[in-house]
């Protein structure tokens, strides 16, 4: 199973409130404006700044 489009439409960045979007292995959301990676364990987004990890 993975995130569904519905959740995706209304997830946002805890830092600049702008959209992510999925990455390409499915493990992780992106934040284009920040380029942070929330990482996705379980089917569960971690939305929490401290987690994030540059991306790229």
């Not at 702008?18 to 379980?42: A, F, H, Q, W």
Request: aromatic share 2%.
């Amino acid at each position: 199973m993975s995130i569904s489009t519905q959740l995706l439409e209304i997830l946002a960045c805890p830092q600049c409130l702008n959209g992510v979007r999925l990455n390409e292995t499915g493990d992780g959301l992106i934040c284009d404006t920040c380029c942070l990676v929330y990482e996705v364990k379980d089917d569960i987004p971690i939305m929490l700044i401290s987690e994030a990890k540059k991306a790229g």
